[in-house]
């Protein structure tokens, strides 16, 4: 077999393999954050809370109901979407007068408080979530062995993130949330309800905060900390792509996914902050993100 | 004009502010199915922000508005709009993330009886050539005004308000939106005009509102414009 600097290729497409993975998760995850900031303007800190809520939803839902994975995949982003429309309603919407600061301020209290509770009840030590039984095993494919669970992931979260894109960029829902991120005064003066969008736009960001939870419970174990760990990431990565961008999000999650996992093949100790380091040189040549517009 | 004509639109006492700035003092006008009104006053006399106030955007006013007899005073803009009445704003709100023609179908549909996507691109020809072009925004000042004007005629919406459709463009661009005004006039609609060229709104409008420091403070007919120059000029000041 041939080698690439040195790296065996089994090594190489591996660790490709797991930042692509890593990639789905950041690219779904940061996608949920901009669709929410582009049309509330509110950084939402609870997102990492919410994809924890997500797998602890698929979780609980087999646990104590017997509800298994393909349920979940549907039922736990509706749970958590649920949850964020309560959230939005009863106090996010209080805040939309107010500065940026104060949303950010109240879901990363939020965030804690469902991070505090989960972790009262269930420990720190992970819940383990089998894979379903139709995606466990994989294909040796000669020049590596492909878990089917996680091209399942890669598959999965493609999808979502292009159905998100088309939904916004191509039909007519999206032409309103669109028009309604720029001016919501004069899309409500022409007669729509922007109060109900704003609602379930924020419902359906974190509805794919949840629907990511699920997709990862069978990977790392159901964990109250598994959101806070992600989603300093993900901020480094919505930073990175540009605040608000749809298609910005969704090509730097995997982008970053992938040369984090390059730089743990050619220099591991540099792969923890190698997405800072970006995100720093990002801002100091192209402020507003690479795929945002200047402010 | 005529007194049989049905009051679609009556304005009386209305007062408004921005925050603590009391910017409406006492609007007083009506209008009837099928008039062109001007509102006519120098700049910052209070034009915009009447129609901001109709529309509900200006939420803190008093006094009353009436739609074909419903109140509106404490209605959100979403609900007076859905009553028939549709805004171009003087800034024109071209969505810049949205298509040529994805501007041109954003409005709801409120009603029946809008203008056909066809009469509209008759009305508008230039609109049909750019229709696919990639953002609203990359039209030229004249053609986001047309832009403006079109998306909000196919709604089923019976008043329009429309916010210096003149402004900044070059004269034939002016004569050409004077042209549409009169067409849209002849398919039944009734336009209240916020105008501070008062050649164009005299080319246009069946009655003329004067506006000065937050109040209505003349009504003259378009027919009586001539015997009442003097009096304008000193209103307007030109």
Redesign the interface.
């Known amino acids: 077999m041939f080698e690439l600097l040195g790296v065996p290729p089994q090594v190489l497409l591996g660790q490709l393999l797991l930042g692509l993975i890593n990639g789905s998760f950041y690219a779904v995850l940061s996608l949920g954050l901009a669709v929410i900031f582009g049309l509330l303007n509110i950084i939402n800190f609870a997102h990492g809370a919410l994809y924890m809520a997500g797998a602890f939803a698929a979780w609980m839902l087999l646990h104590y109901l017997g509800i298994g994975y393909w349920p979940a995949l549907i039922l736990a982003p509706l749970i958590v979407g649920a949850f964020g429309i309560v959230l939005e309603r009863t106090m996010l919407s209080r805040l939309y007068h107010l500065d940026h600061l104060y949303g950010l301020l109240l879901t990363f209290g939020l965030a804690l408080i469902i991070q505090g509770l989960f972790r009262n009840y269930y420990g720190i030590s992970g819940l383990p979530y089998q894979i379903p039984d139709l995606l466990s095993g994989g294909h040796n494919l000669g020049f590596m062995f492909l878990p089917n669970y996680r091209a399942w992931v890669v598959a999965a979260s493609v999808l979502v993130c292009f159905g998100t894109w088309f939904m916004i960029e191509k039909t ?1 829902l999206g ?2 949330l ?2 309604a ?3 919501p ?10 109060p109900l969008m704003i609602m379930l736009t924020y419902g359906f960001g974190v509805a794919l905060a949840g629907f990511a939870g699920v997709l990862a419970a069978p990977i790392y174990s159901v964990n109250p900390t598994m959101g806070e760990q992600l989603i300093i990431v993900v901020f480094a990565v919505v930073v990175i792509g540009g605040m608000g961008s749809i298609m910005g999000a969704i090509v730097t999650g995997y982008m970053l996914g992938l040369i984090e996992g390059l730089t743990r093949v050619f220099y591991p100790e540099g792969s923890a902050v190698v997405i800072f380091v970006i995100m720093a040189i990002v801002l100091m040549i192209k402020p507003e993100g690479l795929f945002g517009r200047p402010a | 004009m005529t007194d049989a004509a049905k009051l679609l639109l009556k304005v009386s006492d209305l007062q408004g502010w921005y925050g603590e700035s009391h910017v409406l003092h006492g609007i007083n006008f009506e209008v009837h199915q099928g008039e062109v009104v001007t509102l006519l006053g120098r700049n910052g006399a209070g034009k915009t922000s009447t129609l901001l106030a109709i ?3 200006l939420a803190k006013r008093t006094g009353s508005v009436t739609f074909a007899g419903t109140e509106m005073i404490g209605m ?3 609900h ?3 009553l028939g009445i ?2 171009c ?1 003087e800034e024109r ?1 071209i ?4 298509s040529v023609e ?1 501007n041109l ?4 549909r ?1 009603a029946e009886g809008g203008l056909s996507i066809e009469r509209i691109y008759d009305l508008f020809p230039n609109l049909k050539e750019r229709r696919a072009s990639s953002q609203g925004t990359k039209l030229s000042g004249g053609e986001q005004q047309m832009l403006a004007i079109a998306r ?1 005629l196919r ?1 089923g919406a019976k008043m329009l308000l429309l916010d210096e459709p003149t402004e900044g463009l070059a004269p034939v661009i002016v004569q050409q939106i004077g042209r549409t005004i009169a067409a849209l006039k002849e398919e039944g609609f009734t336009i209240v005009l916020v105008e501070q060229n008062f050649r164009f709104a005299a080319s246009v409008a069946d009655r003329h509102y004067i506006v000065d420091q937050g109040k209505v403070v003349d009504m003259i007919p378009n027919s009586e414009l001539e015997q009442n120059t003097q009096k304008l000029h000193d209103y307007l000041g030109v």
Do not use: H
């Open positions: 007519r032409a309103y669109r028009a991120t720029e001016n005064i004069l899309v409500g003066a022409f007669g729509v309800n922007v | 529309m509900g955007i959100q803009p979403r007076i709009a859905r549709a805004l704003p709100g969505f810049s993330s949205l994805e179908l954003l409005p709801p409120i909000i709604t």
